[in-house]
């Protein structure tokens, strides 16, 4: 029994979880890249992106990175190109002024 319409229980899932997926944080994505060849092999984030042989990975600009990025463990590639590199990113911002 397949329909191709949506029934009404699907819209309201669907209608929630666009709901909650605008009310998220957006937070932009960097390019970082380990400073000694130590932390290469070691540090991942903890969504699971490891850094390639050589170059820099794509990281979520969230605590963990800064956290990082404050330590000396990674730097950021491209600075300029990523304004909001130094806000600091905390649950419930949504986009607003750097507090």
């Not at 009404?8 to 000694?36: C, D, F, G, W, Y």
């Not at 590199?85 to 986009?95: E, L, P, S």
């Amino acid at each position: 029994m397949t329909t191709s319409e949506p029934t009404e229980r699907q819209k309201r899932i669907a209608a929630r979880a666009e709901n909650l997926r605008s009310r998220l944080p957006h937070v932009p994505i960097v390019l970082v890249e380990p400073t000694s060849d130590e932390y290469r092999k070691f540090i991942k984030h903890p969504n699971g992106t490891r850094f390639p042989e050589s170059g820099a990975a794509k990281w979520p600009l969230d605590q963990f990175t800064q956290r990082r990025i404050k330590d000396g463990s990674v730097k950021l590639v491209d600075d300029k190109a990523h304004p909001h590199a130094h806000r600091r990113v905390r649950h419930g911002d949504h986009g607003g002024e750097a507090a």
